[in-house]
């Protein structure tokens, strides 16, 4: 098979949670623990970092790899879903895992497909692990999918674990209460390896409290740790912080080209993460911290958060899909300048599509759609449940009939932003 064969066969023959949602999820740890038995452990080769959380751990772990990187570690960085390529979720440096590696390991892999019969994602972790120990990475860092305990990457023992924050997603699987849904990313927490949430929130943190208890896992609430009071955007758009400890400066004029606002709660986490890998003897100097923040796009390819990919009008696009990062992103909107706005949004089946709604700008004029993925919700569906909580605007069958239409219809001084499902973002970019 080349390379595009081989995606056919991951994407067709394997279940993928993306595409199909439910019927994808595998809710026991059997088939990653078989490959993993098959592969000869190849996690066990390089220390890692494990991430999970309802929103941030992403932008957690390209911010870390971007550190690492800088400092002259050859790191892995393993993430998901991807964009535009397969390859993004697997990476070296920054640099996408070769189309031919992806070939060779699927080649190698029949055997063991047809016995185990893997989900996309289950196979997906083992080719990303393997690639790890073949290239003889000094650290990698590896993001859950979905939840924590059940998750395909919780096989590993890393340094230390993070935890960005708990909010609702994936109810479905996880839990329909704050308690439960940190029960299932609380499964991270290793015996005797050090765990740090990023952010307090009463209703988790006495679930990780006593999770971290009974493994006897340090804990440490980044939160506490770091507090960043505002940003303010540079003349080349980038993000300027000041990060304190109480009321000391630890990190002043500390800059990141992820612009999101949202990344003032993600930067504590990151740099507490960092703290604790200094005590595991990597040695990560301020330089490395603050130039290593300052290009976590050019460092790991980083997409899809709070990007800006077109001038005049401005048009924005944003990977937040549930009612906490939705939230975030609307805040970010408010207090952006725009003359009218302009909001193409669309998203999947199973999402809780009423909060999310009614959180939504009701000024904006909106262009719903949907990504070409069986999971999309309808857009004309869509857009009469948005009508419910007042939100007025137009259908269209595919994401780009939707920004032609933003686009012929807004003047230079509007704001056009993209988002409800990742999943159009991919179309778009």
Not at 189 to 214: C, D, H, T, W
Not at 227 to 247: A, C, F
Not at 316 to 329: M, P, S
Request: charged letters at 25%; one cysteine or more; proline letters at 5%.
């Amino acid at each position: 098979m080349n390379y595009k064969e081989t995606l056919e066969f991951l994407y067709s023959c394997l279940p993928m949670y993306q595409r199909m949602g439910e019927a994808a999820y595998k809710a026991n740890l059997d088939n990653a623990l078989a490959l993993d038995e098959f592969y000869q452990h190849p996690h066990r080769s390089f220390p890692s970092v494990h991430i999970a959380g309802t929103n941030g751990k992403g932008s957690v772990s390209h911010m870390l790899s971007a550190v690492l990187q800088q400092a002259g570690y050859k790191t892995g960085l393993y993430t998901s879903p991807h964009l535009k390529d397969f390859r993004e979720r697997i990476r070296i440096n920054g640099k996408m895992i070769p189309e031919e590696e992806v070939v060779r390991f699927v080649a190698e892999s029949c055997e063991i497909i047809g016995k185990v019969q893997p989900s996309f994602f289950e196979m997906t972790v083992a080719i990303a692990f393997r690639y790890f120990a073949e290239k003889n990475v000094e650290i990698a860092i590896i993001e859950t999918g979905l939840g924590g305990r059940l998750d395909s990457t919780n096989i590993i023992t890393p340094l230390v674990s993070v935890i960005t924050n708990i909010g609702f997603d994936h109810m479905r699987f996880l839990g329909n209460s704050l308690e439960k849904i940190a029960t299932e990313k609380a499964g991270i927490i290793k015996p005797n390896r050090p765990v740090i949430i990023g952010e307090y929130q009463s209703p988790s943190a006495m679930v990780f409290e006593q999770m971290a208890l009974e493994r006897n896992a340090p804990l440490s609430w980044a939160g506490n740790q770091y507090h960043i009071d505002y940003g303010m955007l540079s003349p080349d758009r980038k993000q300027i912080l000041n990060v304190r400890t109480g009321e000391d400066i630890q990190y002043e004029g500390l800059v990141t080209d992820l612009t999101g606002f949202y990344q003032k709660k993600n930067i504590p986490t990151v740099l507490s993460t960092i703290d604790r890998l200094v005590k595991e003897h990597f040695i990560i100097s301020r330089d490395d911290i603050y130039q290593g923040l300052a290009n976590i796009r050019m460092l790991t390819g980083i997409r899809g958060r709070w990007e800006e990919i077109a001038y005049s009008p401005l048009t924005i696009c944003d990977t937040a899909h549930n009612i906490d990062g939705v939230r975030e992103v609307v805040q970010q909107i408010r207090q952006t300048p725009w003359k009218n706005l302009h909001m193409i949004w669309g998203m999947v089946t199973d999402k809780d599509a009423d909060p999310i709604l009614k959180s939504l700008p009701p000024e904006a004029g909106y262009y719903f759609t949907k990504a070409d993925i069986p999971r999309a919700l309808d857009e004309k569906e869509l857009m009469v449940n948005a009508g419910l909580h007042g939100l007025k605007g137009k259908s269209f069958p595919n994401v780009q009939q939707a920004l032609n239409a933003a686009r012929d219809k807004a003047e230079p001084e509007d704001l056009i932003f993209i988002g409800g499902s990742s999943f159009l973002l991919a179309e778009v970019l």
